[in-house]
């Protein structure tokens, strides 16, 4: 069965910087596309961005674009958002989850932006 | 951005009663290759989202075949044809064929 562990949440400073991982297991990791999303407290979700099998094809959310980069290590069947530049409307769970095909989903990991 | 408007945002229903959701896309949700990539997710209270349904109707594996997603063009429908309690929860329409990827605004089953 898929398991997918991220970490690396927090509390920042606005205009700091967090790394969060993902830790997948039991798939084959490196056939799926993956995504992070994001929920902030007591709201609805929204689609953060994605990246292909061999990472050589990522999409951004517009108002994150510039400011995080999600990456992935197939040799270490983990994903990766390098987050800079925090604002306080970042605050929230990120989830990673596998974009097409099943529908995996962690638990989740929470970043609070705050000072 | 490809708008999902769900409704109603609040649907409280009487244990062993139907249910049905409302998702209204602002959009064709037609992908090039004729398919339609739409999915229904539910997000039990303190827990991470799980999805249900995708391409309109598609069951995922594990689901009580109770939940059934229908529609095409721009308006689709997810329905519960008995709720249970374990039902309660937010449920989400979402579209994976435009990016960047969005979800409705979530309606909350709670049980009268």
């Known amino acids: 069965e898929a398991q997918l562990v991220e970490s690396g949440g927090g509390l920042v400073q606005p205009g700091g910087s967090l790394r969060l991982s993902c830790e997948v297991s039991?798939?084959?990791?490196?056939?799926?596309?993956m995504s992070w999303v994001r929920q902030a407290p007591g709201k609805g979700l929204e689609w953060v961005a994605n990246?292909?099998?061999?990472?050589?094809?990522?999409?951004?959310v517009d108002s994150v674009r510039g400011r995080f980069t999600v990456s992935r290590d197939n040799t270490k069947n983990s994903l990766y958002l390098q987050m800079n530049s925090l604002r306080a409307d970042d605050t929230a769970m990120y989830y990673c989850?596998?974009?097409f095909g099943p529908g995996y989903w962690g638990q989740g990991t929470l970043v609070s932006v705050s000072s | 951005d490809v708008v999902l408007t769900q409704s109603p945002l609040a649907l409280p229903v009487t244990l062993g009663q139907p249910a049905s959701i409302s998702c209204r896309s602002s959009?064709?949700?037609?992908?090039?290759?004729?398919?339609?990539?739409l999915s229904w997710f539910q997000q039990r209270p303190g827990q991470s989202p799980r999805r249900l349904i995708y391409?309109?109707?598609n069951r995922d594996s594990g689901v009580p075949d109770r939940f059934s997603g229908s529609g095409s063009g721009t308006e689709f429908t997810l329905k519960i044809s008995r709720v249970e309690a374990e039902d309660v929860g937010v449920y989400y329409c979402?579209?994976?064929?435009?990016?960047?990827?969005?979800f409705g605004q979530g309606t909350k089953l709670e049980i009268k």
């Open positions: 989850a596998t974009t």
């Open positions: 039991g798939i084959t990791f490196e056939n799926y596309w």
């Open positions: 990246i292909r099998e061999d990472g050589r094809e990522i999409n951004y």
């Open positions: 959009q064709s949700l037609v992908y090039s290759d004729g398919y339609i990539y």
């Open positions: 391409q309109i109707s």
């Open positions: 979402m579209q994976q064929t435009r990016w960047p990827y969005t």
